[in-house]
């Protein structure tokens, strides 16, 4: 799902990954748990994902600040560093302000 009535300017953080074969189940499953724990971070706006070869999973953020919050949340850091261990054979993080936004909803 697009994440919707985001009003700018606000961040993103775009995280782009690579999975390695290792405990892909687990993965999906933790997965879910960091996006239900990213929505109860403060300044969280939405989260937008795609998996393919590469994965890729846009948060939107109100600040800089917030986003510093969550990658310094206790549980998050955590994960990432399972994920270094285990799950990714390489990622991406990119942090950007988003100024403008359009886009187009056919009913």
């Known amino acids: 799902m697009i994440a919707k009535n985001l009003k700018p300017p606000y961040y993103a953080v775009i995280f782009s990954s690579i999975l390695t074969d290792e405990n892909l189940e687990e993965y999906g499953e933790t997965a879910n748990k960091m996006?239900?724990?990213?929505?109860?971070?403060?300044?969280?706006?939405?989260?937008?994902?795609?998996?393919?070869?590469?994965?890729?999973?846009?948060?939107?953020?109100?600040?800089?600040?917030?986003?510093?919050?969550?990658k310094n949340n206790a549980e998050h850091t955590l994960v990432r560093e399972k994920g270094r261990s285990?799950?990714?054979?390489?990622?991406?993080?990119?942090?950007?302000?988003?100024?403008r936004e359009y886009g187009f909803l056919k009913e």
Do not use: D, H, N
Not at 40 to 49: D, K, N
Not at 59 to 69: H, P
Not at 88 to 99: D, F, H, L, N
């Open 35 to 70: 996006v239900a724990l990213a929505k109860e971070q403060p300044g969280f706006l939405g989260i937008e994902s795609a998996r393919s070869e590469i994965g890729i999973t846009v948060s939107y953020w109100e600040s800089e600040e917030a986003i510093i919050q969550w």
């Open 86 to 99: 285990t799950w990714y054979k390489q990622y991406s993080t990119r942090i950007c302000k988003v100024e």
